[in-house]
C-alpha cells in the first residue's frame, strides 16, 4: 500500500472517537474561570454540526487528538472527517505530508522516517508541523517498541487563537494526556505566552525514554559481551551464532537510536530557530528566553543519548568482531584437533606396513615351501621338487608385471577410473537437454577440426 495515498490513512468506520478540546477565553473584565469543552465524534454530520455552532466558532485554542489502533494501523477517522478538519481550520496541504505517514503496514516500514519540520506562513496564520518517533514500554508483552507522533500547530500571531492537531500511535497515549493536562491547567489557560510551550511538552513527554531503551539494550547487550570476553579456544564456547545473531539485532537497534535521536536533534534546531525568527510566536521576552533554553536542555540530552548510542554500537560491533574471530579460531582448533589425529592413525598405518614388510618375506618362505611343489624323501632326508614349479614362477611373474602395467597406467590417467565408478546425477533428462548436449558436443568436434 502507497503511503503518500491520502486515503490510505483513514478508515472507513471511526472505533476510537476523535477528541476536540474548545478552550474559551474568559471576558476580561469578568472574574470568571475560563471555560474548556471536551467533544467525543465518531462521524463526519456530528463534528460538521459542532464546528458550525456558536461554540465551534468561538475559542482560543482548539485541541484536536486523531489515533491509531497500532502503530501499524490508519488514523482512526474518516476521509471525510479529515477533509471537514482541514477546511474548518484552514490547514495548509503540507497537512498531508504528516498524515501519509499513518497507514495499514505488515512490516516496519519507514522505521526511520521523521516528517520534518516544516514551517508555513498565511498571513497572521503560522503553521508549524513535523512528527517524532519515540520508544514506548509495552507493558503487556514486556518489550520495547517504536511509536511515531504527529503534531501540526497553527497559531495566530494576532489573536493568538491556536489550533492543535494531534496524531497518536494509541488510543490512551501519553502525548494524548500530556498535551490534554497542560490545556487544561488553570495555571497554563489563556496565557498568551503560553502556547508555544505545548512543543515543549511533548519533547518533555518523550524524549527521557532514550535513555531507558538504551539501557535495556545494554542489559541485553552485557552478558553475552561477558560471555564472549571470557571465552577460551581451547575450551568449549559458552557462545555460539545464536549470540552472534542477537548481537546483529542489538546493532540495528542502536543504528535506529542514533537516526531516530539525530531527527529529533535537528527538529530541536529548527525549533529553536522559529524562535529566534519569530518573535511575535511568543510576545513575552522572558518567556521566550525561557523556552529556548528549555529546547537548548532537550537538544543536549539528544546528544548525550546520541553518544550513548554510538558507544555501545561500538561496543557491540567489537564484540561480534571478537565473537566471530573466536568462533573461528575455535574452528581452527578442532581442526588442528583432527589433523592430529589424522596424522596419529597415518604413522600408525605406517608403523603396520613397515611390520607387514619386514614379516612379509617369512609370510613368503613359509607359504612357499608349504605348497604341494615340495616333499621331504624320508629315506634320504631330502626335499624333492616337483617338476611342475614352472607354473608357480610363470603364473607369478605374469601376474606382477599385469599389476605393475595397470598401477602405472593409473598414474598416467588420474580420476578416470574411479570418475566413472562415482554416481552420476542426471541432468537435461528431457529431450531438449539431449539435444542440447548433443549440439553441443558437434559444436565441440566441428571447432576442433578447424583449429589452425
Avoid at 511575535?280 to 543519548?305: F, K, P, W
Wanted: proline content about 4%; hydrophobic content about 40%; aromatic content about 10%.
Amino acid at each position: 500500500m502507497e503511503s503518500s495515498n491520502p486515503e490510505t490513512c483513514c478508515v472507513n468506520s471511526v472505533r476510537d472517537p476523535v477528541q476536540v478540546l474548545t478552550l474559551a477565553a474568559a471576558p476580561s473584565s469578568s472574574s470568571q474561570q475560563a471555560s474548556s469543552d471536551l467533544q467525543l465524534f465518531r462521524d463526519g454530520p456530528s463534528l460538521d454540526e459542532y464546528l458550525n455552532s456558536a461554540k465551534g466558532l468561538d475559542y482560543t485554542c482548539r485541541f484536536i487528538s486523531i489515533c491509531q489502533r497500532n502503530s501499524w494501523q490508519p488514523l482512526q477517522v474518516t476521509r471525510s472527517m479529515l477533509a471537514l478538519i482541514i477546511d474548518k481550520h484552514g490547514f495548509t496541504p503540507n497537512l498531508r505530508n504528516l498524515t501519509s505517514c499513518y497507514y495499514t503496514k505488515n512490516n516496519d516500514l519507514e522505521e526511520s522516517y521523521c516528517t520534518p519540520c516544516t514551517v508555513s506562513t498565511d498571513g497572521p496564520w503560522l503553521e508549524v508541523l513535523y512528527s517524532i518517533r519515540y520508544p514506548e514500554f509495552k507493558e503487556s508483552e514486556k518489550k520495547w517498541a517504536i511509536r511515531q507522533t504527529g503534531i501540526c500547530h497553527r497559531i495566530n500571531t494576532e489573536t493568538r487563537q491556536n489550533i492543535l492537531l494531534l496524531l497518536t500511535p494509541t488510543p490512551k497515549s501519553s502525548s494524548h494526556d500530556a498535551l490534554y493536562e497542560h490545556l487544561t491547567n488553570p495555571s497554563n489557560q489563556y496565557t498568551n505566552n503560553t502556547w508555544f510551550s505545548l512543543h515543549d511538552v511533548l519533547l518533555k513527554t518523550h524524549l527521557s525514554a532514550w535513555r531507558s531503551f538504551n539501557k535495556a539494550c545494554e542489559a541485553e547487550f552485557l552478558p553475552i559481551s561477558n560471555n564472549t570476553f571470557a571465552a577460551y579456544i581451547d575450551e568449549p564456547l559458552r557462545v555460539g551464532y545464536d549470540q552472534l545473531s542477537a548481537l546483529s539485532s542489538l546493532e540495528a537497534r542502536f543504528l535506529k537510536v542514533t537516526s531516530l535521536v539525530g531527527s529529533t536533534a535537528t527538529l530541536l534546531d529548527d525549533l529553536q530557530e522559529l524562535l529566534r525568527a519569530a518573535p511575535d510566536v511568543v510576545s513575552d521576552h522572558r518567556r521566550q528566553s525561557a523556552l529556548a533554553g528549555s529546547l537548548q536542555n532537550h537538544r543536549r540530552h539528544c546528544a548525550a543519548y546520541l553518544r550513548s548510542a554510538a558507544y555501545l554500537r561500538d561496543r557491540v560491533q567489537a564484540a561480534a568482531q571478537l565473537l566471530a574471530n573466536t568462533q573461528s579460531f575455535r574452528d581452527q582448533v578442532i581442526a588442528n584437533e583432527q589433523n592430529g589425529n589424522m596424522m596419529q592413525l597415518n604413522r600408525s598405518a605406517v608403523f603396520i606396513t613397515t611390520l607387514t614388510l619386514i614379516y612379509a618375506p617369512a609370510s613368503f618362505v613359509g607359504t612357499f615351501f608349504g605348497m604341494n611343489f615340495f616333499a621331504m624323501d624320508q629315506p634320504s632326508s631330502r626335499i624333492i621338487c616337483t617338476a611342475m614349479i614352472w607354473i608357480y614362477v610363470l603364473t607369478t611373474l605374469a601376474l606382477t608385471m599385469v599389476t605393475v602395467i595397470f598401477y602405472y597406467w593409473l598414474l598416467r590417467h588420474d580420476g578416470v577410473l574411479f570418475g566413472r565408478l562415482a554416481p552420476k546425477i542426471p541432468v537435461n533428462a528431457d529431450w531438449k537437454g539431449f539435444v542440447r548436449r548433443f549440439t553441443k558436443l558437434d559444436n565441440s568436434v566441428e571447432m576442433t577440426s578447424h583449429r589452425p
